[in-house]
């Protein structure tokens, strides 16, 4: 069984760091793209990362809103995912989500998200 | 930067009802389209991709259809672990790598 869990969580001021983890558990961790999504309170969902999986060079993507201050990285020899978030805003806080990114989809060429971990809850407040 | 809106933001319907919801994209993002539910304390669960293919495991009552700009998510009849909000989500044209719609609550009428 697929399992993804995330931890790393908290409160913590303006302009700080905090790192989130996400272990996983189920399948080849190190074969898989993974991409770190959130959900600030009561709204909707956005993309913040991709790292992809050692044959694609771990490259990553990230969002705008995050690019320069985020950084995603994997130690596959660990099975797990991190999210460095430095120079936090008000507007980070969120619930950080973890994904597989799993499903090649042939059409489009791209990886989907097939598993989703619960999520671990970022407040970013003085 | 692609723009996802979605309609109607709550959508009431009776268990047993067709409910039909609607996601458009301000440019066209081909077949690109994914349909995601999300129930209250949840992660998402990816329902449909490629607009209209349902992902491993998911009911037949959901269908998706649409291509360019225009899409659609049907529920042919809704069961009462329907009720939650459905977001779609683009993957055709970047950056971003993924951009999702504001989202479709389905409670109980």
């Known amino acids: 069984e697929v399992q993804l869990v995330e931890s790393g969580g908290g409160l913590v001021q303006p302009g700080g760091s905090l790192r989130l983890s996400c272990a996983a558990s189920?399948?080849?961790?190190?074969?898989?793209?993974m991409d770190w999504v959130r959900q600030a309170p009561g709204k909707g969902l956005e993309w913040v990362g991709r790292?992809?999986?050692?044959?694609?060079?771990?490259?990553?993507e990230y969002a705008a809103s995050v690019k320069g201050r985020f950084t995603i990285s994997r130690d596959d020899s660990k099975n797990s995912l991190y999210l460095q978030m430095n120079s936090l805003k008000t507007e980070d806080t969120a619930v950080y989500y973890c994904?597989?990114?799993?499903?090649?989809?042939?059409?489009?060429?791209?990886?989907?998200?097939?598993?989703w971990g619960q999520g671990t809850l970022v407040t970013v407040s003085s | 930067e692609i723009v996802m809106t979605q309609s109607p933001a709550t959508l009431s319907v009776s268990p047993g009802e067709r409910a039909t919801l609607s996601c458009r994209a301000s440019?066209?993002?081909?077949?690109?389209l994914a349909w995601y539910q999300q129930k209250p304390g949840q992660a998402p669960r990816l329902l449909i991709y490629?607009?209209?293919t349902r992902a491993t495991g998911i009911p037949a009552r959901f269908s998706g259809s649409g291509s360019g700009t225009e899409f659609t998510l049907t529920i042919s009849s809704l069961q009462s672990e329907d009720f939650a909000v459905y977001y779609c989500?683009?993957?055709?044209?970047?950056?971003?790598?993924?951009?999702f719609g504001p989202g479709t609550k389905v409670d109980i009428k």
């Open positions: 994904a597989r990114s799993g499903l090649w989809d042939d059409s489009s060429g791209y990886y989907l998200h097939d598993y």
């Open positions: 189920g399948f080849t961790f190190s074969d898989h793209y």
């Open positions: 790292t992809r999986n050692k044959a694609n060079s771990y490259t990553t």
């Open positions: 440019q066209s993002v081909s077949s690109n």
């Open positions: 490629g607009a209209s």
């Open positions: 989500q683009q993957y055709n044209n970047w950056p971003p790598l993924f951009t």
